[in-house]
């Protein structure tokens, strides 16, 4: 009988990287022999009721303003449901927790508990679960690619929680280099960089996800998670130079006005098909790069955030880029009127592949030799 292996990470939101991501992990650690289950915990509800009872005058003024503009994240009936299909088709999941309390029963359910990845240790939404908090075992317990997504959490209250936690964790490997610092300042102890679970799997195994829709010829998909309105600009020349149709992949409500083809609604399936099936991606996100590189489409990387912001999460861009060796396939915001070079220069997968090819060996090898550690009874067998 497979040893079984709790996953604890970020599924519920309607994010498409964070979707996959949590599939990804979910299979790479079946394909591993185990039977992998994620823990049906989201603390968003009350997190959001929280949130809402918040009705000073700034928030309600900031709130207005972003309804008045288009800056609300995109929700719908029909998304949600895609969403929702592909979370059930794809992900086995527990019952829903619906006390944190009441996580330490799973002590009982599972052989090993495995954490990540994405931003769920970032301070900015702290929440010890994701530290794997409730596990009494700390031999039982595995850190997948979890990412800070700050480059220093110094400044934050839960810094000293945030140390305590760090120090369970008997195998740990995050998703950034500027991870492996923080990790390395607070445990004395350097981890293992690996690569996001959305890079354990293959093309063709990803294809596998993919929900077909109309294309209607060649195009480049544009994936912005921020609004900045120079990013946009830069792409749509690109894009026109290149004789290609823009496709939008909407995040906020102001998308689905903007003058060029918008292809909506899109669940993760749909997502994937979008990117796959693009000549050109531009993008901020970082899924959004990490699948134009699985699926080897010509992209282009913008910074999402103002690269001076304290609050700055470019870190994963900039990891991800160094890590894979393509650092000339960012257009920072210091340089959008320099994009004559990347209308005339594409992506150089000859020389990305390699360097993932390799990351991925080291990766699956890491989460491997993590969990047969963690399943190791005394006086027992792997």
């Known amino acids: 009988m497979a040893n079984r292996v709790g996953i604890v990470t970020w599924y519920s939101y309607e994010n498409y990287g964070t979707v996959l991501q949590a599939v990804a992990l979910n299979k790479a650690v ?19 009721s929280h949130e809402a009872g918040d009705g000073s005058l700034v928030v309600r003024i900031k709130n207005k303003a972003k309804y008045l503009y288009g800056l609300c994240p995109l929700q719908n009936e029909m998304k949600s449901q895609l969403f929702s299909i592909f979370i059930k088709d794809n992900l086995s999941l527990t019952e829903p927790v619906e ?41 039982r317990m595995v850190a997948y690619a979890p990412s800070f997504g700050c480059d220093s959490i110094d400044q934050y209250a839960s810094v000293d929680s945030i140390e305590t936690l760090l120090n369970r964790f008997n195998h740990v490997a995050v998703r950034e280099t500027t991870g492996a610092d923080i990790v390395e300042k607070y445990t004395g102890h350097r981890p293992t960089v690996v690569l996001d679970p959305t890079l354990l799997l293959t093309a063709k195994t990803w294809k596998q996800f993919a929900a077909p829709v109309e294309e209607g010829g060649p195009y480049c998909a544009v994936y912005f998670l ?77 910074e999402r955030f103002n690269p001076k912001s304290k609050d700055s999460q470019n870190t ?67």
């Open 30 to 48: 079946q394909q591993l022999g185990y039977d992998a289950i994620d823990i049906s915990y989201d603390p968003a509800l009350g997190r959001l």
């Open 99 to 139: 006390a944190k309390a009441d996580l330490r029963q799973f002590n009982h359910c599972f052989d090993a508990f495995v954490c990540g990845s994405d931003q769920v240790w970032s301070p900015r939404c702290f929440d010890s679960t994701y530290y794997l908090d409730f596990v009494t075992d700390e031999n």
């Open 226 to 302: 921020g609004d900045n309105g120079d990013n946009w600009k830069a792409a749509l020349t690109i894009a026109k130079s290149k004789g290609l149709r823009v496709v939008a992949i909407p995040v906020f409500n102001r998308d689905l006005r903007r003058p060029y083809s918008v292809q909506y609604p899109v669940g993760p399936g749909e997502f994937l098909s979008l990117i796959s099936n693009a000549e050109l991606v531009c993008t901020d996100s970082f899924h959004g790069m990490v699948f134009s590189t699985i699926f080897r489409r010509d992209y282009i990387a913008f």
């Open 316 to 382: 994963r861009v900039y990891s991800f880029l160094e890590m894979t060796g393509a650092q000339d396939r960012l257009l920072s915001r210091n340089n959008l009127k320099g994009i004559h070079d990347f209308i005339s220069r594409t992506t150089e997968f000859s020389r990305i592949v390699p360097r993932v090819d390799q990351k991925r060996i080291e990766s699956i090898d890491y989460l491997r030799r993590a969990l047969a550690e963690a399943t190791l009874r005394e006086g027992g067998d792997l």
